[in-house]
């Protein structure tokens, strides 16, 4: 990894898939509002840019903190908040419904409703996975397991409507069937049903209950077994909204190279894509021997001053990959703050939730090189102004009138707002 | 690998599997046929042992062949026979017709109606693969060369029916798209209709010219990204008959446990499955880092005493796990004699064509312990007698009479036959 790698190219191609040159019209009782100073700003990206939940986060939705805690939990909701508009929240099976019959459905809906009174999108994780799933499926028969699953997925989808309107469905059905560390109950229905099969039911199970949710298949495996398996759904004409590809780099940043190559191999499908769960570390690298990421146990994991370095120049690299790539619409980091999944120090924050430099450049161009702070302007005669800036929410204020208009599509847009 | 391994579970598999106890009843001008002495003896293996065609059969059977290269030929072609009953011939388009218009449908057709005479069935590879296509594709649009593709499949399988009625259709999918040694005409359109669709189009269209034609799927790839290719089409309604597994182990044998496992990913799907293409080596093993098996390139890869003894082991557990699975109904070995793909010492015949131990054990299997040879017996008052076997053509003889009968479902049979 050079220290300073040249990403001219990726900046120019995020410019073109990105950003819109909008002429914006402005009319005040019916007349155009001529020759006026206005100013304009913008106030979300339509590109989704978030994380995972916070165990904290939660708690405190829940009105569960006090004190020191819950000035840390406010310390990560701010930062989050500041950087993102998306949040991935949990819904392991194990830990939503450990006892059958009593879902965790409330604290859930609570967190869920206060991330999307602060604007950002939720989204569910996941919905049926052969991991974390309830240890109560055992005692059934294959025929009972596909009907309990079947049946959470219905509950999940609609309890959470209106709140949680994007699902990763079905999470690595690749290995699903051939997952062999322990017997589970979903591995034991993908081996009688088949991937394809098994996928089919969970979306028209999922599609059924909520016809306008986004819904996704997610998976860690970026080999061809993976394209081949979207492929075959696709075929087989399930609704796949969305194709979702983990990248855990506890290993080592893949490199653009890397990446480009993987997002090629799913352009085809022509599908919005969501970098779900993206890693990458600011302390030593996981052996690569390591092949399962779970075997990675460790009782510490510093986070250092030149491993947070690096990985600020590869967040910024990693970012600007995936913005410049026309399909992909998220990108979802894992954890933010240190110390989350394999006590990885992966966050962007520290365990104290303070930003590491990778939190800084991020900012700088979340909210900054691709971000159109407010900006005064005078509309011509014709009570017309031009700006160019990235696709998303904007606010136009004149005097103490406001109004808010979206652009949508990248290249050139005109919009009509009255005030 | 133990020198000596214990077989006798797979031994007990295979009679399970693959014999049958058959009661025939002989009948003779229309009276039971009894307390007659009979001879019954195996003619030939319902199950396909084969191997790949040699050049020099094919120059023999097209009379191109004189003095010692035509004894030397003569000499492999009675080791296959005493053998096999299974061929499979080279239809790789770069040499079947490197001058568009001009195939060297002749000669192959000679080749394989050799075969066919003495009793062997013949399968066609490949009709659709991206190695070995022909140069010209390149000069095409992906349109044109989709078409000619087609109108490859149509000619070849129109002009070999009734000789040929075996087929590869599409070689190596997993890879087809994704292949960057070299631009050609196959990975182009591969890319552009993707894995699933263009092997729709092949099959589609060898089915349409030859319904009754058995259709295989090949890949060398035994990851799960091949058997969720496999179910991909399958769910698509693609009519593949028979699954294809290549297995060219110049890196060493897989043994028992990884054999099965292979075996245990195809199994759920219900289809024959071909072991196409089966390398084991009697020297030292290509290196663990190669990775296209066609980047090994050495000038001399010796036989060693060792390596065949090692190499007769091998191949003998190799045919005993894969008879000992009910879905498996062929066995090509690849190449029966060295010196041919990559000069490997791979063949169960030395470049003389004279037997390693690996032909005589596997010799001593086929035509031995899985064989009836001519066995005295006599009918009872109702003209009836039991023999056990493997599944078959037997030759019933009394006196000079003789007939032949097949028994083909496992376990018990009952069989009429008239003198």
Known sequence: ??????????????????????????????????GQEI????????????????????????????????????RRNANFLQL????????????????????????????ARWYQAQGCVTKGHPLCWHTLTVDWLLSLTNREILQAQ???????????????????????????PIFDRYDNGLTRICQELGRIELIR???????????????????FDVSPAYDILVEGCLEAGI???????????????????????VLEQFTRFNKPIHFTENTIVSGHLMPPEIVDLNDYQVS????????????????VLHFKTLMAHPLVEAITWWDLSDGGWLNAPAGLLRKD?????????????????????????????????????????YELSTGDQHVTFSVTEKGESLVSVSL
């Open 239 to 261: 609704p796949i909204d969305v194709i979702g590809i983990q990248s855990h780099m506890h290993q080592g940043y893949w490199g653009v190279e890397k990446t480009q190559y």
């Open 84 to 111: 993102f508009n998306q949040a991935t929240l949990p819904f392991y099976w194990g830990r939503f419904e450990p006892q059958r019959g009593k879902p965790d459905t409330r604290r859930i809906l609570n967190a």
């Open 300 to 315: 510490g994991w510093p986070s250092t001053l030149e491993g947070e370095e690096r990985q600020a120049r590869e967040v």
């Open 150 to 176: 079947i049946e959470r997925i219905q509950r999940e989808v609609s309890d959470f409507a209106g709140v949680i309107e994007m699902w990763d469905v079905v999470n690595e059905a690749v290995i699903m």
């Open 1 to 34: 990894m050079e220290h300073h790698t040249d990403t001219s190219h990726l900046d120019r191609a995020i410019r073109q898939q990105r950003t819109t040159t909008a002429t914006v019209t402005v009319r005040h009782n019916g007349s155009p509002f001529a």
């Open 201 to 219: 039911t969970m979306f028209e199970t999922a599609r059924a209950v909520n016809p306008k949710a986004t819904l996704l298949l997610n998976d």
């Open 353 to 393: 939730h303070t930003p590491k430099p990778a939190y800084e450049e991020l900012l700088k161009l979340i909210k900054g090189e691709w971000w159109l702070a407010p900006t005064k302007l005078t509309t011509d005669a014709n009570g017309r102004f031009s700006f160019t800036g990235f696709l998303g929410e």
């Open 39 to 74: 100013i304009v700003a913008q106030r979300r990206h339509q590109f989704l840019f978030g994380s995972n939940w916070g165990e904290s986060t939660i708690a405190l939705a829940n009105g569960e903190l006090i004190g020191y805690e819950k000035e840390l939990a406010e």
